[in-house]
């Protein structure tokens, strides 16, 4: 009876599509799968024609692989035989199994799931508008976006991330509607899958709680219920892998990758700057041992450990302890430098083209390119290119004109919606918790990554995609 009261002011048609059962199909959604999986599997079959299964791999592939396998294969999640602290086991057991059979069955198996993002904006879509032409629309647009179709053929994290993320956004703007508690597990338990798979959303459950408590200030009666729901869905088994890690390593955290960004990254991108030396070459002079070369930990190596022999006899725990430490005391230092460091990453991240990371897979020896070099280059660099590859130049500016064609159309919907131009169909407060999901993803994808890419917008790309849909379509039915 409580319920009732609460969403009685729904009408028959919003409360079937706000169910918890709502359909997870609509026989307009078959055009866009179709359509969808033909692009992927092509750019799949493309990629390995010329350049065979390695064009699959990125520098941080193998160290998802190493880790996943030896889960399955022996039992314990380690890597350069010791436990693995910088990858999570989500996406490492989804590698490790996939690949068992060959790495272009663990890329057949990456498309099917890309394809599958296309259902899950379609459902997110009609969860926000409660319209179904603006979702398939949605679906439509985010079948071409150029990120989800690079990365459908790449074996990183991505991809999968998507699933259980999308899945945790569609049944948190549903219950924002219907006020249904049941779906705050099923966004609770899908939140700490996706935490598994990218440890970038660890922070996501306890602010999204702190906006549920503010969201319900005129719903009493689940107020504090709400977020305690969703905590109690999502903490529990971020906790367990952070007991495995402490009992293994005396490592607290839940992912030691934020301490090596801490470290080879956000301080090592000051210091370059004071020293006006390339942030790869000062890097390298911390010790610092790339991706592509070994499984990502990089303080357990001979470089770092020459520079730091009293290190040698310390526990993984207690050397993360020391690189957080110290590259903590730099960015206090230097806070200016930091922040300057902070607004280019995220700056690179929103408005790289994204177009190396397509190149590398189509084009004959593209796996040998660096997709970061490519897109993030100086103004110099863009000259150079003009100079020496017209016709790559020429496929930056056309990505780079989409992209920011894709942003303001996106925002021309975004300020349809606080204007209230969907009144009736659209809940304010679904907005403010996708506007600050996004942001919260940029801001700690840039502030942990001076190097930021193209690839690290591509949680952020469903939630443009779907602006850009209901943009389109409030002008065609404004016109008409």
């Known amino acids: 009876m409580q319920k009732t009261n609460i969403a009685g002011n729904l009408n028959s048609n919003e409360t ?233 390593t005396g490592y607290s955290g839940f992912s030691s990758i934020s301490d090596i960004n801490l470290y080879f990254y956000d301080a090592a991108g000051i210091e370059a700057r004071l020293k006006h030396e390339a942030f790869f070459d000062l890097r390298r002079e911390l010790g610092y041992v790339d991706f592509s070369d070994r499984d990502g930990q990089s303080y357990i190596y001979q470089p770092y450990l020459a520079l730091h022999p009293e290190q040698a006899s310390w526990t993984q725990g207690q050397r993360l302890t020391y690189m957080h430490a110290e590259g903590l005391q730099v960015i206090k230092a230097h806070i200016g430098i930091y922040f300057q460091n902070v607004r280019s990453a995220l700056i690179s991240a929103i408005f790289s083209p994204g177009s190396g990371y397509l190149y590398r897979l189509v084009v004959r020896g593209g796996s040998q390119s660096n997709p970061a070099l490519i897109d993030e280059g100086t103004a110099s660099g863009g000259i150079q290119l003009v100079r020496k590859s017209p016709w790559e130049a020429t496929e930056k500016i056309v990505f780079e004109a989409a992209l920011l064609a894709a942003y303001v159309l996106a925002i021309l919907g975004i300020v349809q919606a606080l204007r209230g131009r969907f009144k009736g169909s659209f809940n304010i407060a679904s907005l403010w918790l996708i506007l600050g999901v996004s942001t919260y993803l940029l801001c700690v994808a840039a502030m942990s990554d001076t190097a930021a890419d193209s690839r690290l917008r591509m949680p952020v790309m469903p939630f443009i995609c779907i602006f850009m849909a209901a943009s389109i379509w409030r002008t065609k039915r404004a016109s008409t």
């Open 16 to 248: 079937a599509l706000t169910s918890p059962v709502a359909s997870w199909w609509d026989r307009r959604l078959l055009a866009p799968v179709i359509a969808a999986a033909v692009m992927r599997f092509a750019l799949l079959a493309i990629s390995l024609v010329q350049n065979g299964s390695r064009v699959l791999f990125q520098a941080d592939t193998v160290s998802y692989l190493d880790p996943g396998r030896n889960l399955l294969l022996h039992g314990r999640f380690i890597a350069d035989g010791v436990p693995d602290l910088v990858r999570t086991p989500g996406y490492a057991l989804f590698l490790g199994l996939t690949s068992l059979a060959g790495l272009p069955f663990a890329g057949a198996v990456n498309a099917v799931v890309s394809v599958f993002t296309i259902v899950l904006v379609w459902r997110l879509a009609r969860a926000l508008f409660l319209d179904d032409r603006v979702a398939i629309a949605a679906a439509w647009i985010f079948v071409f976006e150029p990120i989800s179709v690079a990365f459908s053929s790449t074996l990183l994290s991505e991809t999968l991330f998507l699933v259980p993320f999308l899945i945790c956004m569609e049944r948190l703007v549903t219950f924002l509607r219907s006020y249904d508690l049941r779906l705050l597990v099923t966004a609770g338990l899908s939140l700490a899958i996706a935490t598994y798979i990218r440890p970038i959303s660890y922070y996501l459950p306890v602010l999204i709680a702190m906006g549920l408590i503010a969201a319900l200030a005129r719903v009493p009666e689940i107020r504090w219920k709400a977020p305690a729901i969703l905590l109690l869905s999502a903490l529990p088994w971020l906790a367990l892998w952070q007991v495995r890690n402490r009992v293994e």
